[in-house]
T-cell receptor, first 110, second 116 residues
Framework: GEDVEQSLFLSVREGDSSVINCTYT??????LYWYKQEPGAGLQLLTY?????DMKQDQRLTVLLNKKDKHLSLRIADTQTGDSAIYFC??????????FGSGTRLLVRP | EADIYQTPRYLVIGTGKKITLECSQT?????MYWYQQDPGMELHLIHY???????EKGDLSSESTVSRIRTEHFPLTLESARPSHTSQYLC???????????????FGPGTRLLVL
């Protein structure tokens, strides 16, 4: 079945760039998503990318998609302490269900 | 910003009690979902609905049940709560939203359940 994998933890210094990586298995996925979850809260949609795009930029966020390698990344420029959270990558399957990765915990050090 | 609400936000209850977790959305979305999430861990889909009077079980087996009598409302019920049900429950909805990817899921704030 479909599977989405992420590294579990990333630590960066405030002001540096963060890059969170994700791999997926379903080559028919049309949309891929990044969500952010802060402690005790639900998931907040950060951004998404169509499968026919290579890159999408939205303010400090840049999403890169390598469809050949089924690799998705989220780059956060000028990372701030408020960016500390868990970031989930997700792909949508053919029945509109989201397949989530296990989440990457981002820690931003002052 | 998504308009999806969950109540209660926190619930502490004794074993054997019946509970209902409420989820409502005002976006007119046809699809709604329930996920179970243990602290800091991945999400598991436990129920979903593609419209009124339509409910399906998700990928993770759950003793809970759901109903979808109205488009905007998707409550989850546990007939007899047990400590193993302690978790965070997240509700989501999806549908076509102007300017956004079709079927993007929007999440509520979650209900954190503790069964003693």
């Amino acid at each position: 079945g479909e599977d989405v994998e992420q590294s579990l933890f990333l630590s960066v210094r405030e002001g540096d760039s963060s890059v969170i990586n994700c791999t997926y298995t379903d080559s028919s996925s049309t949309y891929l998503y990044w969500y952010k979850q802060e402690p005790g809260a639900g998931l907040q949609l950060l951004t998404y990318i169509f499968s026919n795009m290579d890159m999408k930029q939205d303010q400090r966020l840049t999403v890169l998609l390598n469809k050949k390698d089924k690799h998705l990344s989220l780059r956060i420029a000028d990372t701030q302490t408020g960016d500390s959270a868990i970031y989930f990558c997700a792909e949508m399957d053919s029945s509109y269900k989201l397949i989530f990765g296990s989440g990457t915990r981002l820690l931003v050090r002052p | 910003e998504a308009d999806i609400y969950q109540t209660p936000r926190y619930l502490v209850i004794g074993t054997g009690k019946k509970i209902t977790l409420e989820c409502s959305q005002t976006m007119g979305h046809d699809k709604m979902y329930w996920y179970q999430q243990d602290p800091g861990m991945e999400l598991h889909l436990i129920h979903y609905s593609y419209g009124v009077n339509s409910t399906e079980k998700g990928d993770l087996s759950s003793e809970s049940t759901v109903s979808r009598i109205r488009t905007e409302h998707f409550p989850l019920t546990l007939e007899s709560a047990r400590p193993s049900h302690t978790s965070q429950y997240l509700c989501a909805s999806s549908g076509t939203t102007t300017g956004m990817a079709q079927e993007t899921q929007y999440f509520g704030p979650g209900t954190r359940l503790l069964v003693l």
